[in-house]
Nanobody, 126 residues
């Protein structure tokens, strides 16, 4: 089971750190990605990390505000997403997705990931 945590309410310009953890298994070799879905919009990819070498990939809209990280050696069951300079249009449910032996291919497609968490709500509002 994949479980996200760290969501909440934050003011514009603020930061949040989301975590993706595996419960009952070790995050497998392959690709771990973060997606988000705002009300009335399609799910969109944000960032992806390869477990093999920790290489990271970002969608263009991230523009350096978000950082995906994961130490497969020392913290094998967690991948984080640090989000800075949050704005109201970042409000969404954020999902972690895992694809064993998968690749991080941009643009990120939800259909390329087979295991998903339930999501964590991020609300950016004053």
């Amino acid at each position: 089971q994949v479980v996200e945590s760290g969501g909440g309410l934050v003011e514009p310009g603020g930061s949040l750190r989301l975590s993706c953890a595996a419960s009952g298994f070790t995050l497998p070799d392959g690709a771990i990605a973060w997606f988000r879905q705002a009300p009335g919009k399609n799910r969109e990819g944000i960032a992806c990390i390869m477990r093999s070498d920790s290489s990271t990939y970002y969608e263009d809209f991230v523009k350096g505000r978000f950082t995906i990280s994961g130490d497969s050696a020392n913290a094998p069951n967690t991948v984080d997403l640090q989000m800075n300079s949050l704005q109201p249009d970042d409000t969404a449910v954020y999902y972690c997705a895992v694809e064993r032996l998968g690749l991080c291919l941009l643009p990120l497609m939800s259909t390329d990931f087979g295991s998903w968490g339930q999501g964590t709500q991020v609300t950016v509002s004053s």
